[in-house]
């Protein structure tokens, strides 16, 4: 069936490429509590129904079809789109076989699994790696920290795209069988894998904590600082971020932890003006 609709249709890559772009650059504009994202899965399907719907009424039915309630994370989001593509081009040529409330269906299924897959990769790793890079590298002074925001923008763009595409081709398997394959299992282990180093080795560039206190053995004054860094250089630092982050990862630690921050801050001030730290 997915063979003979290739060959029947009117829609090009350059079409897809249409959808794609109106995609990336509306998907966060038109939420509403009402449908959230549906206004600009509309607009992005629009070039396409066009073509595929000559008939006005069937045309209308269509948009009618994609503004119903949809939310998803926009950019692992556009396979779901590279999907809804190719079930709509199998409609307009298999006389009924594909039905417009299974396209309804499909985007109800998926856009709650998409959107864990998407946050995780996409918002909760990529965007932290590389926001955190630039703001290093900005606080450092250095002028790439700036163009590093952009980086995000065409990694996040170049893979977004190749999962528009791998979902137009597979049509509704596409999902099932990128998962299938094990490929998003490992992006996400590797990219939290990488997130880990990158945190680790800027928390041990940027986080200090040395204590003042001295003490006296065998005739000579050390500080307890020395004692420390001779055991494991920077413990103190290490044990500061891993606390804060096991804080965080507690139930109610994400309610309180600004409060919890203050609070550390507050009494790293006080420890320094008694000469502590």
């Known amino acids: 069936m997915k063979e003979a609709t290739v060959q029947k249709s009117k829609i090009t890559l350059r079409d897809v490429w249409t959808v794609f772009w109106r995609w990336q ?134 893979y977004s795209w190749a999962l528009m595409v791998a979902g137009y081709r597979m049509g509704k398997n596409a999902l099932g069988r990128l998962i299938a394959s094990g490929w998003i299992d490992r992006i996400i282990s590797g990219a939290s894998m990488l997130g880990l180093f990158v945190v680790g080795g800027l928390s041990a560039t940027n986080v200090s904590l040395n204590l003042t206190a001295t003490y006296v053995s065998n005739g000579v004054e050390n500080t307890v600082q020395g004692l420390l860094d001779s055991i494991v250089p920077g413990l103190l630092p290490l044990c500061l971020v891993i606390g804060l982050s096991y804080y965080f990862k507690m139930k109610q630690g994400t309610q309180k932890f600004g409060i919890v921050v203050l609070v550390l801050m507050a009494a790293g001030v006080l420890l320094a003006l008694l000469g502590l730290v």
Not at 47 to 58: A, G, M, Q, S, T
Not at 64 to 91: C, D, P, W, Y
Not at 105 to 131: E, H, N, R
């Open 25 to 158: 650059l509306s998907c966060e504009m038109s939420n509403s509590y009402e449908r959230m994202q549906s206004v600009a899965y509309c607009f992005a399907m629009v070039p396409v129904l066009k073509k595929l719907y000559p008939d006005r009424e069937e045309f209308i039915e269509a948009l009618q079809r994609h503004l119903v309630f949809f939310n998803t994370e926009g950019t692992i989001g556009s396979i779901i789109l590279g999907m809804t593509v190719a079930l709509e081009e199998e409609k307009a040529v298999s006389g009924g076989a594909v039905t417009g409330e299974s396209i309804i269906a499909m985007k109800s299924a998926l856009m709650g699994p998409v959107a864990g897959i998407g946050d995780t990769i996409s918002q909760g790793t990529v965007k932290a790696i590389i926001f955190t890079l630039a703001v290093t590298a900005s606080a450092g002074g250095s002028v790439v920290g700036w163009f590093l925001l952009f980086a995000y923008a065409l990694i996040s763009g170049t």
